[in-house]
């Protein structure tokens, strides 16, 4: 499975990228339903988070992991699986990216996050937490990780984000790049 994993990565761009210091190897794993419009946020800021860091990602995923530079890679997938506790094992930091339908106060909510086990209210998936509880359980270490978690408005079956949702997206790039340092 690990031969996946790096198989699954492509170098984006050979432009020079800001460096992390050695050792600080991190995800920003954004999920959702892109056709479902406002679910599929996450991947709209880790797009504008990657064109910060001077790389071009395309406006629908092709693949699951981008490496963008030798210290950040950038993953999308529909929901969290048990398979991405692998993923989370070969990082130091990981960034959960997700929408919230409002039972969140805030529009933008960012939390510190740490590996335990939570029911999720679906079969299909896990949470962020469960995933990281998965890894400390199989691969016997846990990155740091956070959620940031921003307010979908409309999931009708459409690509593009609702006008109250994309107002978001600045902001919630703007924290990204704030947790990446």
């Given at each position: 499975m690990l031969s996946d994993f790096n198989d699954q990565k492509q170098?984006?761009?050979?432009?020079?990228?800001?460096?992390?210091?050695?050792?600080?190897?991190?995800?920003?794993?954004?999920?959702?339903?892109?056709?479902?419009?406002?679910?599929?946020i996450a991947w709209h800021?880790?797009?504008?988070?990657?064109?910060?860091?001077?790389?071009r990602l395309p406006a629908i995923p092709e693949q699951q992991l981008y490496e963008i530079s030798s210290t950040t890679t950038i993953g999308f997938a529909l929901h969290?699986?048990?398979?991405?506790?692998?993923?989370?094992?070969?990082?130091?930091?990981?960034?959960?990216l997700d929408a919230h339908t409002g039972s969140?106060?805030?529009?933008?909510?960012?939390?510190?996050?740490?590996?335990?086990?939570e029911p999720s209210p679906f079969t299909h998936h896990l949470t962020p937490a469960t995933c990281l509880a998965l890894c400390a359980a199989l691969y016997h270490r846990t990155p740091q990780a956070a959620l940031l978690s921003v307010r979908g408005f409309d999931f009708n079956f459409t690509q593009s984000l609702s006008a109250s949702a994309y107002q978001l997206l600045d902001a919630a790039v703007e924290r990204v790049m704030e947790w990446l340092g």
């Amino acid at each position: 499975m690990l031969s996946d994993f790096n198989d699954q990565k492509q170098q984006v761009s050979e432009k020079s990228k800001p460096q992390k210091p050695a050792g600080q190897r991190i995800l920003l794993l954004g999920y959702g339903n892109l056709d479902r419009q406002d679910d599929g946020i996450a991947w709209h800021i880790l797009r504008r988070v990657a064109e910060k860091l001077d790389t071009r990602l395309p406006a629908i995923p092709e693949q699951q992991l981008y490496e963008i530079s030798s210290t950040t890679t950038i993953g999308f997938a529909l929901h969290l699986i048990p398979e991405h506790a692998e993923w989370l094992s070969q990082y130091d930091r990981v960034l959960f990216l997700d929408a919230h339908t409002g039972s969140i106060p805030q529009d933008i909510s960012f939390n510190v996050l740490s590996a335990q086990y939570e029911p999720s209210p679906f079969t299909h998936h896990l949470t962020p937490a469960t995933c990281l509880a998965l890894c400390a359980a199989l691969y016997h270490r846990t990155p740091q990780a956070a959620l940031l978690s921003v307010r979908g408005f409309d999931f009708n079956f459409t690509q593009s984000l609702s006008a109250s949702a994309y107002q978001l997206l600045d902001a919630a790039v703007e924290r990204v790049m704030e947790w990446l340092g």
